[in-house]
């Protein structure tokens, strides 16, 4: 179970790879009192550096490429990338429109997908303890 590695905290790093900002407010929407990932010792932070997980919205747009594939190696193994909404899982609304290319969690391998447009703040909790979990397998 994901409690035994993360006991204290799990460190998520947010990229907002070319997304409308609907997925954004739900993430957002976690730190609200009703949701609180706090509570589970869960946090989103600055770095990655210092992230246990990436979690990644919309599709990849170009100018987002180059900065995404760096956060990725600046993460520290076993890296776990959580693709939030449907665009980021390639099948949203703005995927190939413009300068958008395939989903960011496609172009960036995601491990866990939470679907919709946007995720609910429920689905996202569940993603991301999904990824907890698969963390906690990695590491064993």
Same mark, same amino acid.
């Given at each position: 179970?994901?409690?035994?590695?993360?006991?204290?905290?799990?460190?998520? /790093? &947010?990229?907002?790879?070319?997304?409308?900002? +609907?997925?954004?407010? !739900?993430?957002?929407? *976690? %730190? =609200?009192?009703?949701?609180?990932?706090?509570?589970?010792?869960?946090?989103?932070?600055?770095?990655? /550096? &210092?992230?246990?997980?990436?979690?990644?919205? +919309?599709?990849?747009? !170009?100018?987002?490429? *180059? %900065? =995404?594939?760096?956060?990725?190696?600046?993460?520290?193994?076993?890296?776990?990338?959580?693709?939030?909404?449907?665009?980021?899982?390639?099948?949203?609304?703005?995927?190939?429109?413009?300068?958008?290319?395939?989903? =960011?969690?496609?172009?960036?391998?995601?491990?866990?997908?939470?679907?919709?447009?946007?995720?609910?703040?429920?689905?996202?909790?569940?993603?991301?303890?999904?990824?907890?979990?698969?963390?906690?397998?990695?590491?064993?």
């Amino acid at each position: 179970m994901s409690q035994r590695r993360f006991a204290r905290s799990l460190a998520i /790093r &947010h990229l907002v790879c070319g997304s409308c900002n +609907g997925c954004e407010l !739900e993430m957002n929407a *976690l %730190a =609200a009192p009703q949701y609180d990932i706090s509570q589970e010792g869960w946090s989103i932070v600055a770095s990655p /550096r &210092h992230a246990d997980l990436i979690t990644v919205t +919309g599709p990849m747009t !170009e100018a987002m490429r *180059l %900065a =995404a594939r760096r956060t990725l190696e600046a993460t520290a193994e076993p890296v776990v990338v959580v693709a939030v909404g449907d665009c980021a899982s390639g099948e949203g609304t703005w995927c190939g429109a413009g300068s958008a290319g395939a989903g =960011a969690g496609q172009e960036l391998k995601a491990s866990i997908v939470v679907r919709g447009c946007p995720p609910t703040p429920d689905a996202l909790r569940e993603g991301l303890r999904a990824a907890a979990t698969l963390l906690d397998e990695r590491n064993s």
